[in-house]
């Protein structure tokens, strides 16, 4: 049986979309579908049901699936494991939010420089562009603020993000403990300082804490959260912000945090991988060095 074939059908599998599949191994759609045609006549049995959307594998894909798919990834170990010994140095591909991916994950990766790993890093804001690049094959992995669908991405809860709501100390002295007592009637005569028009950070922190959308526009908006950070540090208006990086600006007093509700909104990010490339040594290490860079996050 041709391995080739094999490749693609485990690709389609753990897609469960020729057309995702396409992009993964660098080929056309109708190529995939050609493979595929192929391997289902030699077998004699389809492998999968076509719908609307995608594929289901059959009962024989499944059972074809796992007993090839271990196998393959063994093969793609030794091969990467090759290449990476005769150059000497393996390149790692990681993508992610910018702030959080700057802050947190490159930081964390530095020690595998020593171990002759090279890195690079895409910055990328929104999460379907994450995870469609690295089931493109873009990015060898990824961290996300979604978990992802289906089988060929494998995710795994890296840390939990605290929002905490902050202005500048001018702003914060306009609000007594009676003012703050209105909740967000009183917040919203603030001006707010935000990454988009449709206020992500403002909107997410006022359904969790106050359980209403916000009904105000945003005075400054900048798509980066530390230009956030440091518009409303300046007395911009108030912000909705990560913990992790307002931490310092509210230790120096150059910010002060307007709320401590007792369940402060909360977002979770995902360490994804590409299923099987964990076999890999340099993917794996860095998967490793992550988890463990971040129980203390």
Known sequence: MDLALLRTFVAVHRAGSFTRAAALL???????????????????????????????????????AHRAAPHLDALVEIAETGLAEESGVRTLHVAGPPEFTAFRVLPALTPLIGQGLAIRASFLGNTEEILDGLAAGHHDLAVATARPRGGLLVSTP??????????????????????????AVALEQ??????????????RYWASVFDSKPAVAAAVIAPDLRAVRDSAASGAGLAVLPRYLCEEALE????????DPPVPPLRTYFLVVRTGTLALPPIAR????LLRAAVDW
């Not at 120096?252 to 709320?259: E, F, N, T």
């Not at 860095?286 to 060095?289: S, Y």
């Open 26 to 64: 660098g080929l056309s759609q109708p190529a995939v579908t050609s493979q595929i045609r192929t391997l289902e006549r030699q077998l004699g049995r389809p492998l999968f049901l076509r719908q609307a959307r995608g594929v289901t594998p059959t009962t024989i894909g499944d059972e074809l």
């Open 158 to 183: 890296l840390c939990d993000e605290e929002y905490v709501l902050v202005a500048a100390e001018r702003w914060a002295n306009r609000l007594s403990p009676e003012v703050l007592r209105k909740g």
């Open 190 to 203: 603030l001006p707010v300082v935000e990454v988009h028009e449709s206020l992500p950070f403002v909107a």
């Open 252 to 259: 120096q007093g150059r910010l002060v945090a307007l709320l």
């Open 286 to 289: 860095a998967h490793e060095g």
